[in-house]
């Protein structure tokens, strides 16, 4: 029993590293900032314990309507991808064949070669008042005026959709491909319809991938912070954004901690009702993407 | 190593050619990170004043930061050539960013923040002009701390003066929060970039809007019917300075630069670039025409004395904004 | 059984229809009448064309020539779930999601029948094919067996005209197949529903079918009872394909006169028109009688002497393979069930005699 | 639906039709962006001015094209050698952490494959927070007891491949255990059998079966870090990486610089996918 | 064949191993000798434990006790590296992202010979098992049976004292696996390696191998040939399992003598020391005259009248389900090669005969 079997050797070798990521890239930071969140300042240098950064959450009306928002906005962004996506991603799945599909598929994956921040510059450039769309309504004599697109909530949600259709169309081709045609065809062959036959073949089978897709593309708008702020007006706060602020601009570290760790925990709420509700579990349907 | 300077500035303050003299008369590369004021603090807080040689924070930000994080070193004045600066300008920055008898900054640039009007198609004068309906849509201000000392002073009330006194103080921006909030509907946006709002003031989509005087010159030079407007409340001022950060590593290359900037020909250079004044003696000198008539354009003699410039802030007031500044943007 | 006479009415009519893919043609041409009530397979090799025949009867598929009635209709522009026949999927395609009752019932519910209605309707047909009182269970607790029927009890349940099976046995194993080819084919007996089946596997065809359609290259070769493609083949290919032959390649020299390649001469039947030039000889081993005694063969058109090669011992389905000495062909023979012979050794001399009726002869 | 039923024109055309309005959707942004490189304008935006390559190649006053943008090509250079260390540190302990999650069996297993996961539902801005002040906090204290300076946990290069590859290696995991998991592991054994050694077989078998998971995660791996931006924003000190940089640029002075540089990176990326895809069905 | 004999040396040898799982016994106290040379298989229901038993000869498991000696040498503690035993996996196991001769090569560049001699040596070996040329071809170019010899090339290039396969016919469609039958056993003949299979198709064993071991929950039923084991069975679990059979339980009131639980009288051969009692009789179908003509069935021990079922028609192959009318036992019966009777129709009343010595009456 003295010594490593080569077998255990291995395991805590493996470990190591694992261990190691995990604590000091994900534990201990996040629980640093906990602590940075649990204590106020009392001078110069010096700070106390208190739950003040918490109460100042609840207490302001700004800072919890942000965070509803922030909140409410993601849900919005996740279900337009999810409806945008399927049919595509069926279509790539099920019905392009061959070159089209493999096509079909590059297109697909091409926004994402590009930075997050060259696709809102493009969304700039078509976008502002003297951008190319709003120009383009003149031209066709659509409106007289140019109209100004950027700046409205509807915009964030264009932004966000845009940057989160691949993290819905990649596992949603992946739970797609694997249904089996035949499976659609015996619903068929035994009189379904096509409603019928997405209610109880399709979405059951693909829900997995749709949990997987959702939850990403929830993740993804939830925590951005680029679009909104880019593409937002003046009154869209994002609750990112708030966090930033508080960090950057305010150096209120203690502030933006409890923010940052209000915002994971209301993603992870709303993750795991998701997972509840749809009956998936977190691990699996992590990964599908 | 000892040929790499750290420098921690805004836009348009390192141009690529005078990086290049530098580089050439003293084998010094200089790596530039653009960032403002906000983050200029929260940087170097974060890095306990570590990572850059060199930072160019507003005098106003640097002794309250300088105490509480500990992120600035005392600047040795026998190191700098004080003989470059306007006396009058040196003596102020160093009241301004001194600290227990040690000076934390030399001044660099100083520059107001004012109003950008399109002249064709806007009369505006004062901040609260901004307000008024007829320039509905097209008109836009920061969603900045200088945005409410405007107001208050547009209001008629001093903020500075109540520095000292956070109530005070608190209940003076509660105020011009309020206003703004009113406001609010009038305004295109919040603008963010700079670059943003000039775009939108050249093609018209903005006639007037709170910005500071470098950008409303740049677009008089382009449309001359587009001027930079000292507010009859009286345009902020404020001064760019050179500050050192506490854990620097390349100290002597942060004196070379501030001795190389301050240079007349080359503060000129670097002037024409950003827009603005320096507060070294001489450039003046080498200026533009141009600039020096847009100067006397903007600011006949009482606006030039009219100009407000910020002392230094006090920790813990900054909270007090943000707020406001919160509350104006959720408000609907 | 056997009970389909050509003047029962006819379900399913398939006529002169084709289907061609870019640059090739996957059915050709190809007529069928299957009478109401029978069992009919169709058995060709892999990529003869069967599924794509199928699915044209199903409706998956869009004929590019001729029509196809089931029960007297016509067929043409009948979306597939308005079509009267069911299919069996080649791997059942069950849905996984749901349970065994709802796999069943799904086709009832379509046609909005009440809860209760679908739940005895349902119950009854599972116990109809041997399993009452799953329809609680889920799919992944099934073994492939009961998948199998449950697969034919959603389709059976439907009361369809026609029921298609696309292989239903390919992806059971040998024992379970040899059990469950047994069980469908007492099935189909019991609900007289008109099966028509898709193998490539000529046992299943053989021991299932009331008729048997042997298909190649997207035409029908022949069409017949088990027997007759048994033991009357008119096809070179079909005396190949169904049960067990040895072929020997030749030359007739008169109709029932021949020898092989190899020189070994054969009295044959010749059951082609032509009386002479190549042909392929075909020997079925079961028919091939063996001795260690040479004069037991006196009564045989076709004597010869051999040497054992290897036995292969399966009890009552053991064959011995031997090599004619004269021209070294080698053949195998099917032993007795008796058991005799089961004790062959390597290199023996034995004799073998084949009745010049057990020889079959097809011109190429 | 699917092509073996029968679908009427309408539903056909209306697929169709939808399809190619969202893959126009998908390429629009860009497609400006690409087209925008090349107007002959000081800005990045409408009206179109003319066509120009200025902002690739001139070198005047007023216009630095890409090629002469050394701060550019700097923080190109910055973020290729985030993204390789990024790649390299994913990969391997991506390699590693698919082992332990498909062969490895020991206490708490299950606990550390629910917490390999979390990283990709932490909003990056959080993550970048959090890493930055734990770092901070660290070298505060070691500055504190012992004047010991660390510079790697002040914002950096350093740190930004840690906050990068916090997340990132996680997506490596996912993908090298899920091609992992489709291991025949009798393969080993029949290794094993032929007289293989461990080793031996971890070289000849394994990795080689590996290989295609562990090449497209490092690809992705690459593409994601030289993306990022909410992590890296937080974390980067004096040397920026492109991300950061060309946001800089867009708050303060945006040029057609910014969308030259846009399409040489879309072309580059282009060029690679293309490449890894049109040499697969050779190898395959 | 059958070459094996008592003298030859013993190849592998298990002695008295046992594998236990947490309350559950693998393999059982089980001893086994396999002589120089010889094809011995091991036949056995699923989850019998005849894997554990071969990965336990292959090194992949440590036996909880008794010995495995290979070649005379004990195998305890010998890594499965080291070990002179080749295997063949059910799935084969060929390395994908290497072609076939660097597939074959794989074990001798283990051993660190030089490369043209590793594939000199895969080539030959190559060509021994029927494919040469092929060294160059990538694995998913093969076909099911070349896939099979490759695998088999791989084992065999290391010149292995034993070779052991798992079931590796297992994964085949039926007619490769008919044909890759014979083919496997004419390997091993000419390349005189022993051979350990294991299979649960009793055809392959019966068909392939000079010995056979039938196992059953751990243990050896009965250790034997072909032969023995299909004619003279030891076991009622040897007699079910070996060859198709009809069982009928009920009692024995004599030695020779007793009576079905339906009361159906047999006449028998009591295989077991036991003279009364419970038994079950096994009764093979091809051991079962059948005739319209129930005069043909006087000299039979056993003489039923019975209505014929069904008719199960496969060529060489048909069998037919008859009903004692007596009793209403169920019987298989084969019928003869002739094709005689397979006109049998349903209800149509038939006599069979039994002898006394191919009724076998096993206590229970
Ligand atoms: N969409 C298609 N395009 C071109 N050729 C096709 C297509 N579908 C099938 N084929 C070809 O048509 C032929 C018949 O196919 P089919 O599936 O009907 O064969 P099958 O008899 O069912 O074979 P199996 O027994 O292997 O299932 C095959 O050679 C196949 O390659
Ligand atoms: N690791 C294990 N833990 C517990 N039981 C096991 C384990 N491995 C195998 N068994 C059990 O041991 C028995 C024998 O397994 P084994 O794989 O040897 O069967 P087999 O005869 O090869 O069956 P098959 O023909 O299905 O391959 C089975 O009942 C199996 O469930
Ligand atoms: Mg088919
Ligand atoms: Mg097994």
Known sequence: ?289 | DDQVLRLLTWADYAPQAVVDQFKKETGITVEVTLSNNEEMISKLRATGGAGFDLVNPSQDRITGPAKEFGIYQPIDLKKVKVANFIPSMLESTKKVTGLDGKVYGVPLFWGTDGLVVNSAKSKAADYSDLCKAEYAGKTAVRLKRPTLIGQAFAMGKDPFKAYANPKQYEAIMNAAGDKLIACKKNLKYFWESKDQLLNDIRNGEVVAAQMWDAGGWKLNTENAAIKFVAPKSGALGWVDTFAIPSKAKNVDAAYKWINFISRPDVAAKVAKSAGSFTAIKGAENYMDAVMKKQLAESFPPAAMKNIKWYPAIPAGLEEIDGKVLDKIKAAN | MQTSSSSAPIDLSVQAVSKHYTNFTAVNQLSLDVPKGSFFSILGPSGCGKTTLLRMIAGFITPDEGDILIGGKSMNNVAPNRRPVNMVFQHLALFPMMTVGENVGYGLARRGLAKAEIQRKAEDMLSRVGLPGIAGKRIDQLSGGQKQRVAIARSLVLEPTLLLLDEPLGALDLKLREHMKLELKQLQHEVGTTFVYITHDQSEALVMSDRVAVMNKGQFEQVGTPQELYYHPQTAFVAGFVGNNNRLEGALSSAQQGATAAGLPLHATSMQGGTSGNASFFIRPETIALSRNASEMENFANQFRCKVETLFFDGANSTVQVREVGSGTQLHVALPHTGQHADLVHDETVHIGIKAEHVQAFQR | MIPSLPDSKFLTRGRAVYVTLFFLFLLLPLSVVAVFAFNNSLFPTPPWKGFTFDWFIAHTDDRTGLFFDTALLTSIWVSCKVAFWVTVLSVTIGTGNAFLLERAQFPGKSILTTMMLVPLVIPGVILGISILSFASQIANFAYDQWELELEWLRPGLPLVVAGQFSYIVTIATLTIAARLKRFDESLEEAALNLGASRFAILRTITLPYLKPAIIGSGAVAFLLSFENFNTTLMLVGSDNPLTVLMYGRMREGASPVLNAVSLLLMMVSGIAVALMYFRKPRQK
Not at chain 1, 110 to 125: D, K, M
Not at chain 1, 266 to 275: F, I
Request: aromatic residues 12%; glycine residues 8%.
């Open chain 1, 1 to 289: 029993m003295n010594g490593l079997s080569p077998k255990k050797l291995t395991l805590y070798l493996l470990l190591a590293p694992a261990i190691l990521w995990l604590l000091l890239l994900i534990v201990l930071p996040h629980t640093g900032m906990g602590i940075i969140s649990l204590r106020e300042r009392v001078g110069p240098g010096e700070f106390a314990f208190s739950f003040k950064q918490y109460m100042t959450f609840f207490e302001e009306p700004l800072y919890w309507n942000t965070f509803v928002r922030t909140a409410v906005m993601s849900l919005i962004a996740t279900v337009l991808a999810l409806v945008l996506a399927f049919p595509v991603a069926w279509t790539i799945a099920k019905v392009a064949k061959g070159r089209m599909k493999a096509l079909m598929l590059a297109a697909t994956l091409l926004p994402f070669w590009a930075s997050e921040l060259v696709r809102t510059l493009g969304w700039l450039i078509l976008l502002r008042g003297s951008g190319v769309i709003p120009g383009f309504f003149q031209m066709i004599g659509l409106t007289n005026e140019p109209v100004e697109l950027l700046y409205h909530d509807a915009t964030i949600l264009v932004g966000l959709v845009y940057s989160s259709l691949l993290f819905m169309l990649v596992p949603l081709i992946n739970a797609l491909e694997t249904l089996d045609d035949s499976l659609i065809e015996a619903a068929y062959d035994l009189g379904g319809n096509r409603f019928d036959i997405l209610r109880r073949i399709v979405i059951p089978h693909a829900a997995p991938g749709i949990a997987a897709g959702c939850i990403m593309v929830f993740m993804l708008t939830l925590g951005n912070y680029l679009t909104p702020v880019v593409l937002g007006g003046k009154s869209s706060m994002w609750f990112t954004e708030q966090i930033y602020t508080q960090f950057i601009t305010r150096f209120n570290w203690e502030q933006g901690a409890a923010f940052a760790f209000l915002l994971l925990g209301l993603s992870s709420l709303l993750v795991w009702a998701g997972l509840k509700i749809t009956g998936q579990r977190f691990a699996d349907a992590m990964r599908r993407t």
